[in-house]
């Protein structure tokens, strides 16, 4: 290995220290016996899990948590993928019109989206209800859904969906019986990405959180500026654990998609 | 702006009444969750109490709100910086890279990618406390006797943003490494030049697309960010999104929130409407070109 190479290695090992240090290091806080974050950690104990899982205030805030990122998941996937096949099959200038508010949430800063939802939501009555939450979750979500069931619909052979009509299908007895089984492993992971990203979303959560019901991320939120207790590291291990296995689901659904979308044409 | 290409009209086209009601959910969603929402406050910075700029005036003639918009413009550049000279190289060596190497330099890339900000943040915050792992670093190789105040300071804040940011700065550059055809090193390899000179006229302008789309999407996020320097950032050293939640929630000033927002999003429009022809957002995604 010449000096450069090696150099460069050297270099890029150390970024990814930077990198996997801090998140190496939480995790195994979460079985330490003592009651104050500090690393190394000392013993071994489940203890942080069990009060974690033994806490009403906490155990209300993931299930309505959970509630919430669920709805967004489905809602998102549903109206994502209508709009995203009218899209692909000839939306003409209104095209035009969905992908500049598509990128719209992406460019806004969650700040300022939350900021005038707490306004607005302030006056309808939606702050800190269910409905609220989805409606923002699914406006940040939707166009990560978006691109993950456009990659499967734009390689789907529109020849496909022609056939079964010119044998009498209708436009929607194409999509469900064609189109819809070859791009349901992408819109599940689309619908798994809006999930995660419901799950984990902290800034919205801040500002539209009720008096009674607060979403796991504005717990913690609170815990982290408070008293940065261990339960902290316990929820990080709980949540790697989910995102991995959301994750590789969502990798593993993308490979079915790639292959059913490639079958029918090689034939 | 537009994301052509990846999503292209094909096959039987579909009447003009069935694209508008397959649409209208979403029109209909981000109408009642987005842009209403925006512009109902928008116009509140410009109508209350009256027809009037002053909440504008406000932010930049009062020293204060100046330092803090200025202050939020300086560490986003410097995150953006920060983040460019930790993700080139890493970028570089995962698009020269094949085999289990390259999988394991994308996946600890994508693993913080994956792993909440809060949690990330919590993290920072017990690296950097008093009797953390960082201040006894420091006292074991005797740069320092006794704990340095380390949270709670614009350094925290910068360098915990990095950390959060950096992969939106990989990913992007990965992207743009990877699509330049080997054939064009070994081109100018045979032509004469050296890595060195390959690099810096072969590679890095045919990447400067991938960089400049990392810096963008790290500076956006940068200016606009809140959990990160809400939770490690001292309250004399505020950034603009701490001030706006702080004028909203605890002023309850909101015409003056909302003009805050307005030159948030102000800068953050004309840095995107300046920038879309260089980098497009389908590439950011990961998705096909």
Known sequence: MNPRTLLLNAYVYAVLAFILVPILIILPMAFSETQYLAFPPQGFTLRWFADFFA?????????????IATLTAITTAIIGTMATYALVRGAGSLGTVFQALLIGPIVVPHIALAVALYLFFQTTGLSGTVTGYVLAHCVIAMPFTVFTVAAALSSVDPALEDAAMSCGASRFTAFRLITLPIILPNVIAGALFAFIISF???VVAFFLAGIRDKTLPRMMFDDIE??????????AVLLTV????????????????????AAPKET | MTLSGFFEADGRQLSRAGIVLLMAPFFVLIAFAFLYPLVNLLSISVLEPAPTLANYERVFDNPVYARVLFRTLRIALLVSLLSLLLSFPVALLMANSTGPKAVFLTACVLLPFWSSVLVRTAAWAVLLQRNGLVNQTLQAVGLTS???TLLYTQGAVVVAMTHVLMPFMVLPIYGALRNIPSDYARAAAISGAGPVRTFWEVTLPLAMPGVIGGVILVFLSALGYFITPALLGSPQEMMIATLISQQMRENLDWPFAAALVGVLTLFVTIITIAFSKVFRFDRMMGGRT
Not at chain 1, 226 to 235: D, E, R, S, W
């Open chain 1, 200 to 202: 984990d979303e902290p």
């Open chain 1, 242 to 261: 989910l995102s991995i296995a959301v994750l590789i689901g969502a990798a593993l659904l993308r490979r079915m998609s790639e292959r059913n979308a």
């Open chain 1, 226 to 235: 408070q008293n940065l207790t261990p339960i902290i590291p316990a929820i």
């Open chain 1, 55 to 67: 806490d009403r205030r906490w155990m209300d805030a993931m299930w309505f948590s959970v509630k």
């Open chain 2, 146 to 148: 006794e704990p340095v």
